[in-house]
């Protein structure tokens, strides 16, 4: 049997999940920030080892490694990435300055501005101009191109944003000016936008193109590095990375638009959460994953999360680029319990991993989430914590809590059960946030809880939420790894191409979707797969006039060789009518007697490669669980003697009746009162609500 | 619709009443809850509506005002429609057995005599009721709408003189009874607004209150009511409570400010706003009198319901941003307005232009005056632009297009102590997103050649205001365009020895023999090709100039935010080297020399330093 592995990079942990035909081995070892394809090597060395073989024997049969990693990310949360400089039009140097009026918060006077990728000295701009149906109205000056380049040079600028307006309709200006600069600063990198994000308006565009110029030289610096270590310990298939969209790629084609990585790693989880639910017979789920600092909530909807474009500041930058939807709420394990002005807070401010909560005993001071689960009795001073590395320990945690029960006015209890409320509340108004923008309500959702801390919380939150079901995948500490490996390789690209739909330019749609299926089949060969195994989906972005975000809907989904012939006399007709359907499930109306008009097309290829198995069903016979032993908790109904159960115990078919505790190795579940947990034939819990109604 | 009523509206109110007592756990459990359900409702608008500035330019904002017609809970939106919504509330209020207010109504308000802010803003609202069957909120959603059926298309007339120019009035309408629409009024309503997309917008304000409605009754039941209302009356105390304190760190006093309008919209000069902030211990008292209360003015007329907004929202920027915005802020501090004034007309007075001017006046002025005691949270959350150009034209079917020129542009994005002005605009509108070209020159036939900004048009200060930009368009077809210009003479204030942002200029038909500098208003026909140029105001400069950082000044050379001779002039700051090479230095024993030298000269002028 060969090898498959998921690699995912996190803030404090990177996590492996090994797949050998159905059976799942789960690794976590500590992130090296450093270089962090060091840390990756290391775990390899870890499974290898698990395996009883040697790493070269291991990577020699992987079929594949999948990874998601944090590195765009963490260039903007850090803000050391290339410097960059920006050449657009003349006249809209300023645009991503603006940021079309937008501020984080309209309250606070004292925020201060997110700093400048390209400050105004390294935002040049050049005569040219393209209309908006791509008629050059004036011709690019090429001699002010070059007069950009000596002053992006004088500067020292390592990587070029190239976006002019309208280039995504005629990108003529943007390929002539990318050569220019080709020829004046041969050894840096330059980021074209309409490459990037070949869409209007402009500033969405532009900014997109500036960050991922910004990132650009370190992502691909990282992956060159992991990518020679992994072909010097033995790997020899293409390493695929994680994308935002949700589908896994190349190093080369991820190379070509780097900024496409951006938070791809919330992607895997949710693509994870989708596969596992389907399996379990579950297509309408919310998906929650509650680790260190932050708490990401997600939805699925009939088994899939397809990825969004919207208005999207991400860590204070607008990113355009198709992404999985994860709301992100500073609440985890290490989130901080502080009292302002009277009023008792949790979060957003983490202690993360140094110092970390109090209870880790790394030196930390300030009461955390996981603190007061230790001084509720749902974690334990006496056993292992993150699999065995460490344990917790009470020294210092119920002075804090006394400390904050002092500017409350009651007692450490009282203080810490608070904080418990404070937290789930924060959590539940997230999901709301979420599921509102969608129209959704929780009530008719699955939960899937996964992330270290999520299933102590999942089963009293979906209480809230009014939600009768739970699962918990017993993988649900390195679930987003385990996902990566669900995720199918997939280029998702789009074009611009604006006409009313119901004369549209036939000609020119059958040659942009021409010239995506040649790149989508060439980057698909290069990574070993054949033509035929490419699913194509054909897709229109149409909107009424007057709207500012088109809706995408499938013409036509195919599989081999482009086959164009559905783009006849009868394409508009059929666009518009697939549009209004679109149109009435989202906002609920149609605008009868409007044409709609196209804004352009999409091509989704992918090609399906095998996802680990999941059993369901409960066909194992319903027995008992013994409790390993007893201790006082508080599960929201007071100090408690609660069962505490140890999960490597647990067999399909036993059930745990709430209240009570499950102690798995790199996480902790919590049976809430009312609540009862059976474990299913792969082993994962489900857990459901007693007495409903 | 008198004065009577205005004040009977914004009378204190009393807590409501309820047997439970609540911990501040819980307290701000429920209020996280209801501003939750705020969000929801908005974000249903947002994403069912089909006008453009209401899905695009996310001009909508939703509140939850409790039964004795207090602010309970506010949410995203802009500050300034937050704060006015609960007093169209009240007025609903004052007519429940009149118009029989029962489970399952929704209203409808925009009456400036009758709450109200002006008439785009229209204002649904409908009834919480509990198991009991008691009243306990309102839940409210507000939303800008594109015409209101006057004389112009829009809502905005320059020559009003009534408030029925400018088209329908809607003191409490109720649009359902008992969960049944009633369709004759909503019709009504409905034919007096020029959009065909109207319908679509009314009906999703409906239905975002509905949904909020349903949300409200399940919570309800869950906590129960009288716990719900001891956790608003917690919440609306605590505000109360937080914003004394802040008050009382204030240097007590009588702190006063003018701020000017160049002129009404017919050319009567410099309106005048007067504002008296005066602390005493925990005890702010905002002043309006002394305000401009001539009767001939024009346009230049600010709702009673507005002002109150106006003033509240630079108060809540001047206070730390943790405290929640609810009817706590409002009972904290006393506003006097007075009557006939600008600030509070007498009834049917136009209203739609007096929501940009003296509103943002008003809102400046207070900036003025609390800078002497909160310098740290004071830059004005104001625009200054009298009225963005609109461009109207008709396509080759007829149809009329409006591009209401609300487009990405820099102006009155004033420093405040220790930052220097950034972004686009004031925070407070940091909600609405601007328009872009491309999405402009696809609708209609216009092209934009520049928005750049313009060197040395930021307020010099010791935090400099970030520079006011020029916007150029050519119409490619005859076109009306019309333009109401202020702040060319009165400007934007420098804070604390700043100076103060540039004025706003307005060119047509530029570079042709016509070209022209609009003065005061237009209303002109433009021919194909025509260039208009906007010159926005900068923002304001906070603190003297020669007191800046040299290193910073040479940083704002190098970005040609400030030129090398500006730097020498205003900020006294010597450079050596130049832009183009991007090796400037500053050139420390000349800068001391030269600071030392503007020092004496201002102190020779009698300045104060």
Redesign the interface.
Known sequence: VNYRIGIDIGGTFTDFALLKGRQVVLHKNLSTPEDRSIGVMQGLQKLAAMEGQHITDLLGQCDAIVHGTTVADNTLIEMNGALTGLITTEGFRDEIEYRRGYKEDIWDLRLTPPKEITPRRRRLTVPERILFDGSVYEALDEEAVRACCARLKKQKVESVAISFLFSFVNPKHEKRAAEIVAEEMPDIDVSCSHEVLPRAPEYDRTSTTVVNAYIAPRVTSYLERLVDRLKSAGYRKQLMVMQASGGVMTKEYIEGSPVRLLASGPAGGVIGSAHFGVMKGYSDLLCVDMGGTSYDVSLVRNGQAPAEVSWNMHHRYQVGIPMVKVETLGAGGGSICHVNNGVLEVGPQSAGATPGPICYGRGGKLPTVTDALLKLGILSANSEFAGGSFSLCMAGVEEAFQELAYQLGYTAEEAAFDCWRVVNANMSQAVRRTTAGKGVDPKDLVMLAYGGNGPAFAAIQAEDLGIAKVLVPKASPTFSALGTLVANPSIDEERSCISPADSPNLERLRSLWGELDDRAEKYFADANFPRDKIIAKYQMNMRYRGQNWALTFDMRTSKGRGDLSFVDDSFGHRAIELFNRRHMEEYGHVREGETPEIVGLRLATTVETPSPDVAKGFSAPLRHAKATKTRQANLGRGYKETAVFRGTDLRPGHEVTGPAIIEEAFTTIVIYPDWKARVDDAGDYELTKVNEG | MTFELNRKLAAKRPALRTSANVD??TA??IR??L??VC??AA??LG??A???II??SNERNASIIDSHGRLASGSIG??HLTFVSQLTVRYGLECLEEFDWGPGDVFLGNDPDFGGGHLPDYNVYAPVFDDKGELVLIQALQAHQGDTGGKDPGGFTLEATDIFTEGLAIPCLKLIHRGERRRDVIRLVERNNRFP?FH?DL?AMIGGVQMAVKRLEDLLRKWGGDVAKAAINYNID?SEK?LR?EVAKWRDGVYEADVFIDHDTQGTKDVKVHVACTIKGDQLTVDLTGTDDRPELVGVWNTFGNSRSYIMSQI??AI???II?NEGLFNAVELIIPENTIAQPPPNKPAALGSFHPACEITEAVCLALSNVVP????PQVYKIGMPNAVIGFDKDGQMWLDQGVD???MDASA?Q??DG????P????????S????A???FPV???????TINTGGAGQWRGQPG?LN?KKVLEPTTAMAWMVSAAHPIRGLCGGEDGSPYANHFEVGTPKEYKVGLSAHARLPAGAVIAYQHGGGAGFGPAILRDPQAVKEDV????VSIAAAREKYGVVLTGSV???DLEVDVAATDALRKQLRAAKVGRGAHS
């Open positions: 501040p756990v701000n459990i996280g809850a501003e939750t969000f929801e974000t249903h994403r069912a089909s006008s453009a899905n695009q802009t500050p997309s679509g009906a605590h937080r304190e809540a920027a730390d941003p943790t915005k740290e949270r004071s830059a990405a542009r820099s405040v220790g930052i950034w972004g686009s605009c925070n407070a509108l940091g909600n609405l997103l601007l872009e070209v491309e999405d020159e696809s609708r092209i934009n050649i520049s928005r750049e900004m930009s150029v190098l970005d040609e935010k183009e090479e991007y």
